[in-house]
Nanobody
Framework: QVQLVESGGGLVQAGGSLRLSCAGSGRTFSRYVMGWFRQVPGKEREFVAGITWDSVTTRYADSVKGRFTISRDNAKNTVSLQMNSLKPEDTAVYFC?????????????????WGQGTQVTVSS
């Protein structure tokens, strides 16, 4: 069982930066592949970034590649998403997710655990 709590969302102007953090509970946090997804009203939750348990492999949606960076610290049970050069279309609720013993996944339905989400709003 893993509980996830996101933080770091807020309002930022286009071109600015935000750093999201996700704190996980439980001694088995390092066994989980972690991901960030986002959702806007009326649309499906979409994949943003993922990272394997050992941080060797990361993957990004094309829309954020080169602007966002995912990282994790298993000693602190945290995963972060550094978001630079933000655009108004990045506005969404961002969710941290975990999946046990797997490769990076992009289908939100395959997530095992979710955080409650944090709002990111980018003004033009």
């Amino acid at each position: 069982q893993v509980q996830l709590v996101e933080s770091g969302g807020g309002l930022v102007q286009a071109g600015g930066s935000l750093r999201l953090s996700c704190a996980g509970s439980g001694r088995t946090f390092s066994r989980y592949v972690m991901g960030w997804f986002r959702q806007v009203p009326g649309k499906e939750r979409e994949f943003v970034a993922g990272i394997t348990w050992d941080s060797v492999t990361t993957r990004y949606a094309d829309s954020v590649k080169g602007r966002f960076t995912i990282s994790r610290d298993n000693a602190k049970n945290t995963v972060s998403l550094q978001m630079n050069s933000l655009k108004p279309e990045d506005t969404a609720v961002y969710f941290c997710a975990a999946r046990a013993l797997s490769a990076i996944w992009t289908n939100s339905a395959q997530s095992d655990y979710w955080g409650q989400g944090t709002q990111v709003t980018v003004s033009s």
